[in-house]
């Protein structure tokens, strides 16, 4: 299966804008890019979806080029609280069905 | 806020036993997948239902696991024999009805997962 590739980890200062990436080269025409937020112990938890151009919601942006071979979830002004792990998911051409893939997960650290 | 449901939340069994595990999805939703988590990796999806119907399980390693959504309601994964490797984090998500050829596209919902220990 192809893979979802982000950088492993990333690190920022409360108050900075934060952008992850994510490589999907082999997304389905017809799925959405999805992005989710993990604790320690948790479930991963929605942050933002999209399929083309720009989404914003109340807490992220995903900015997804023409080709939609990658995107970006840009996070404004961080907090210690957004440290987690980001992981991006989409559907990539698997055959009959599309096959769901997570990226390979960014773990955000947050400084004081 | 409606949740999804697993249990047990932890699980410690000997390799080559038979564990089980569970899942009720948010009322509704219609779609349920059974994910497994390997420590610092991403979520690797094993089986999708749509209501009770299997909609992908290629990942699924059928000689050991199985799952079924008999009603299309709640769910059960099991796993016989355990092996070492089994080891992991077993996560359980819904999500509402999807709309034409769209299927996963939609906001899933994940229950708290059941850590699985295979000794």
């Known amino acids: 299966l192809a893979k979802t590739t982000q950088p492993i980890s990333m690190d920022s200062y409360e108050g900075q804008e934060v952008n992850i990436t994510c490589s999907h080269n082999?997304?389905?025409?017809?799925?959405?890019i999805t992005w989710y937020q993990q604790f320690p112990s948790q479930g991963p938890r929605f942050i933002i979806q999209?399929?083309?151009t720009k989404v914003t919601n109340e807490v992220a942006s995903l900015f997804i080029p023409a080709d939609r071979k990658s995107s970006t979830l840009s996070l404004p002004r961080v907090s210690l609280s957004d440290t987690a792990v980001y992981y991006c998911?989409?559907?990539?051409?698997?055959?009959?069905?599309?096959?769901?893939?997570f990226g390979t997960g960014t773990l955000l650290a947050v400084q004081p | 806020e409606a949740e999804v449901a697993q249990s047990p939340r932890y699980k410690i069994t000997e390799k080559s036993q038979a564990v089980a595990f569970w899942c009720d999805p948010i009322?509704?939703?219609?779609?349920l997948y059974w994910y497994r988590q390997i420590l610092g990796q991403g979520p690797e999806l094993l089986v999708q239902?749509?209501?009770?119907?299997?909609?992908?399980d290629s990942q699924l390693p059928k000689d050991r696991f199985s799952a079924e959504r008999l009603k299309g309601v709640d769910s059960t994964l099991k796993i016989q024999p355990a092996e070492l490797g089994d080891s992991a984090m077993y996560l359980c998500?819904?999500?509402?009805?999807?709309?034409?050829?769209?299927?996963?596209?939609?906001?899933?919902?994940f229950g708290p997962g059941t850590r699985l220990t295979v000794t």
């Open positions: 998911l989409v559907g990539v051409y698997g055959g009959a069905t599309n096959k769901l893939i």
């Open positions: 998500a819904s999500s509402a009805p999807g709309q034409g050829a769209i299927l996963g596209s939609y906001e899933q919902y």
């Open positions: 999209g399929y083309k």
């Open positions: 082999n997304i389905a025409t017809n799925d959405y």
């Open positions: 239902f749509q209501d009770e119907s299997v909609v992908d």
């Open positions: 009322s509704g939703h219609a779609t």
